[in-house]
C-alpha cells in the first residue's frame, strides 16, 4: 500500500471512528431505525410512518442533546443558506384591506433564533473556528477530502442517518414550513414527523398530552404525544406533525377553528393587571369600543380583551371561530376576527374548502360527529375544562383531516367534578362550551349547500385556475 493510500484508509477509518462517537451510531434517536417512519405513499406505509422509533429515555437523549452538541458542532458539518425561510410566513388578506401587503418572511437570521431556541439532537452550525483549515495544496487536504466524500457515501449506502442528512431534512422541512397560530416561533420541526412546542410558564399541557394517551376514546382525534423535554430551564413537548399524515404537507389547505364559548381561563377572571398591548388590539379591531375611562388609561385587562374577542368574532354565539386558514392554492390567511354571524361563517368555509366543497364537507361532518360521540364517552373530557383548544381541519385532492389540537389551557376540574361541556358558563362551575361548538359546526356544515348550487360556483373555479397558474410560474 502506498503511502497516500495508507493515510488515506487511516483518515477514513479515523473519520468513521469519529463518525461513531459522535452520532452513537445504534443508540441515538438519529440510528437507522428511523427509516421506518420516512416518507412513503401507500396506506401500509403509511401505517409504518406513525410509528414512533424506540427512543431514548429522555434523560439520556438531554445528555446527547447537551453535552454532545458541542462536539458534534466541531464537525466538519457546514451550514448552509436556507434559501426561502417560511416559518410563520403569513398574510392577513381575507376580508381585510391589507390584501396588497407583502407576506411577512421572516430573516434568516431571525429563523436561525427561533430554532437555536429548540432542544435540537440534531447538529447547529459549525462555528468557523472549529471547521478544519488544511492547506488546500497538502496532501492532507486532498485525503481529508477523500476521507470525507467516502464517509458520505457510506452513511448514504448503510442508510444510517448522518449530520449531514439531518441537516438536510431540517432545511427541507423548514422551506415549506408554515405556523398557522399559536404565539410566533413557538412550533418548530422535530424530527420529520414529530413537532417541538414550545411551552408557557406553568402551562399543563404535557401534562393534558399525557392523559389524554391514557384515554381510549379519544385515540386518533388527536396528534400523537411522545415526550416532555427541557433544556435552558424552558419547557417543550414532542408531539405528532399531523400535516405529514399529508402526501405533500404543502400543498394542503388548512384550518384552525377556536373551539369554545370561553377563551380564557377562570383564573383571568381576578386578574386586575391592565396591559397597553390588549389595548392596542381592541382598536384596532373597533375604535369605538373602549370606554372613556379605559382611553384615559390606555389599558385592559386580558379578561376584558378575550371577552372583547369572543363577541366581536363567532366565539360568544357559536362556541367557536376561525383563527387563520390556508386555501389549497392560496397563501396563509389570519384575519378573521370578525367573522361572527353564521352567514360570515358559511361564506368563509366556502371560500376556504373551493371546488372540493361537497367531499370535504361530507367527510367533515361524518369526522365531527364521531369526535363528539367520543368527546361524549371521553374520561379526559368528563373530567377536564378545555379552553383555546382548536379542531384542526387538513384536506387535499384526496384526504380530509380533522383533529383536536392545543391543550395548553386544559386543566383537571377541582373537586372529582364533571363537565358535560354544554351548560352556559358562570365563573366557578368551569364550563367551557366545546360541545356547543362541536354541535353548531356540524349543523353549519350541514347547510352548506353542495358545490354547483350556489351562484357563486362558476366563479370559484375561475379564481382557482388563475391561482393554479400563478403558482406555477412562480
Ligand atoms: C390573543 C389570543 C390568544 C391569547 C393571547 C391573546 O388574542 O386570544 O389565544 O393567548 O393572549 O392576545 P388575538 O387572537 O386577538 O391575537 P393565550 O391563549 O395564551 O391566553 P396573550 O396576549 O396573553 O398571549
Redesign the pocket.
Known sequence: MSLSNRVRAHLVRSLLYIYTFIMGVGTSRHDKRQGCWSWGGSSNSEEKRMKRPKKLPSKLRLKISGNQRRRRDDTFVVWEEIPTPSVCDHRDTMNSEASSSPPSAPTQERLMQIISCFPYPTTRPASPQCLPKPSPESCEHRAFCDAFGKLVQVSVETMAITALPMDVWLKERLKKWVQLSG?EGSIVPATPHTLYKKQ?ANCGEGRAYKNISKDPALDGFTPKYYDELEKNEEHFIEIEDLLQQFHDPTKTAIMDIKIGTR??LESEVSNTKKRA??YE?MVAIDNDEPTEEERKCGAIT?LR??QF?ERESSTAQLGFRI?AAKRLEGALEKNF?KVRTVEDVTTTFMDFFGTQRSRVRQQLIERLKSMRKAIEHSSFFNSHEVV?SSILIVFDTEKVGCWMIDF??SSPVPNGRTLNHRTTWIPGNNEDGYLIGIDNLVKILEELPEYGEHPDDQLMVTEEVIARMKNTKS
Open positions: 404565539h408557557c377563551t380564557f398591548d390588549l388590539k386580558k380583551y378575550m374577542r383563527e376576527k383555546g395548553a389551557k
